[in-house]
């Protein structure tokens, strides 16, 4: 039978049998790559499946204890620690503070046994320095510096570790695979022999992934469905704030998010973000203030907008760190159901922070910050809004209000602007529901919002 060949594109994992210069997955030109053959994939699949069918009432479960990473916010990320033999891939920008994190999650786990750190990408030197910086300092630590990955397997297997940390997989290589460092193909492998030496011997391993904009790296979306859980650091370079967003755990939930700041001496835990995200807010008009809920945590958030004339004939809408076609129902639900129009205005939305905002609780915070930057009329700054926008101009209920209400008070807020719904429980904030937009545009700008 003629050996079948499957290109994967190096961005989004998409696969084909043909190559493609446009990938159908994420419209990227020029990502795919030639993996191995499909043949000698599932050949070697079917080797290793040597385990007869159980019956799952008898399947006996060896669930072990967690481990604590010491760090307050990356175990929060992973759903309460590290899980025995679990795969974690962190992905995230090269420089955003991967291998800081790892080295300081080693310092923490090493009370529990050897970790055993695997660098591609620095020398021993390197490492050390940064060790020295963080003030992590055990005999319980080991480092290789070390690119073939066949090599790293056979120390994993000497030293038995109960950590292994391996930074970063673009980095192994296998000379028994086709492909140059970093392609599809090596970085799958690598990831497949981790993965195989963290079920075997049932060691947590740490796999570090960088993303790449552009290049000829395969970047971690490949390695996603292959690994139990993975973290995404995100932040701007420029600002010291990281958020390590899970995006897929299997053995927690996946709208955790942990906050770190970076300092001289490493990361430090931020176990209070909504100070940190409305610390800087200043009494301006465009800025509203929304509790989101982040897993299980409520964060305050400021929602900022800025609208101004156009010069352009089809005007600006800009969103970031929210979605932009959201941003566009808000306008347009605003234009039909308030009275308040944006024609021949740009406009443009931010999360402060570097926060994404997914949920639709902060529909009413954009829509306030637009109108007050729109009138030039700043909010009360002891007010918070929350509510989803439905496209009838109607205000709708959202979950876990109580929480939400709690969290501003704790901050000091004292007044919310909120849908109807029923509230469990007594509180000193007082809330203010209303069921339409344009009662809730009403109470913060008063009858002049119209314009
Ligand atoms: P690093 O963890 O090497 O990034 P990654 O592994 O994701 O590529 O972090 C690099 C950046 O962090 C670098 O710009 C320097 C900065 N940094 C600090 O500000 N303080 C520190 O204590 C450390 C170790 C790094
Ligand atoms: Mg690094």
């Not at 529990?112 to 390197?126: A, R, T």
């Not at 964060?299 to 969103?319: F, G, H, I, T």
């Not at 931010?350 to 930057?373: F, H, K, M």
């Not at 209303?434 to 002049?448: H, Q, R, S, V």
Request: with cysteine; charged share 25%.
């Amino acid at each position: 039978m003629a050996e079948k060949t499957l290109f994967v594109c190096r961005e989004c994992g998409y696969e084909s049998r043909r190559w493609m210069g446009k990938c159908p997955g994420c419209g990227e030109w020029n990502t795919m790559d030639e993996d191995m053959s499909m043949d000698k994939k599932i050949a070697s699949k079917v080797k290793k499946t040597a385990a007869a069918p159980e019956k799952l009432s008898e399947i006996k479960l060896s669930r072990g204890q967690r481990s604590a990473s010491e760090i307050g916010e990356l175990d929060r990320a992973l759903g309460g620690g590290v899980v025995p033999g679990s795969v974690i891939l962190i992905g995230g920008d090269p420089g955003i503070g991967k291998s800081t994190i790892l080295m300081q999650a080693a310092k923490g786990l090493c009370r529990l046994g050897k970790v055993l750190y695997i660098s591609g990408e620095e020398s021993p030197g390197q490492i050390k320095l940064r060790a020295d910086r963080m003030g992590v300092d055990s005999p319980d630590i080991y480092l290789l510096c070390e690119t073939d990955i066949r090599a790293a397997e056979a120390y994993i297997n000497k030293l038995a570790p109960s950590f292994v940390i391996a930074d970063s997989v673009q980095t192994f290589t296998d000379d028994g695979i086709s492909g140059s460092q970093g392609s599809v193909s090596q970085v799958r492998n690598a990831c497949s022999v981790l993965t195989n030496a963290a079920k075997t011997q049932n060691i947590p391993v740490f796999i570090v992934g960088h993303v790449t904009k552009e290049g000829a790296i395969a970047g971690p979306k490949v390695l996603e469905h292959m690994v139990d859980t993975v973290l995404y650091f995100e932040g701007e370079r420029l600002n010291n704030y990281r958020i390590l967003r899970c995006v897929k755990n299997r053995f927690g939930s996946t709208d955790e998010i942990g906050v770190f700041e970076m300092t001289g001496a490493g990361l430090k835990e931020v176990p209070n973000p909504s100070a940190v995200f409305i610390g800087e807010r200043t009494r301006q008009s465009g800025s509203a203030v929304v509790p989101v809920m982040e897993g299980t945590r409520t964060v305050l958030v400021e929602v900022q907008a800025l609208v101004s004339k156009s010069y352009l004939p089809n005007p600006r809408r800009m969103a970031y760190g929210m979605d932009v076609n959201r941003l566009m129902m808000i306008i347009a639900v605003l234009e039909k159901k308030a009275g308040i129009s944006f024609a021949a205005r740009d406009v443009w939305v931010n999360a402060v922070g570097g926060v994404r905002i997914s949920e639709t609780s902060a529909d009413l915070a954009a829509a306030a910050a637009l109108v007050s930057s729109n009138i030039d009329v700043p909010i009360d700054p002891g007010a918070v809004v929350f509510g989803e926008i439905g496209l009838g101009g109607e205000i709708r209920r959202v979950s876990q209000a109580e929480r939400r209400l709690a969290e501003a008070e704790r901050l000091g807020f004292e007044t919310c602007i909120m849908p109807r719904q029923k509230l469990a429980g007594e509180r000193s904030i007082s809330v203010r529901q209303a069921p339409l937009l344009k009662d809730c545009i009403k109470a913060l700008f008063g009858p002049e919002a119209r314009q």
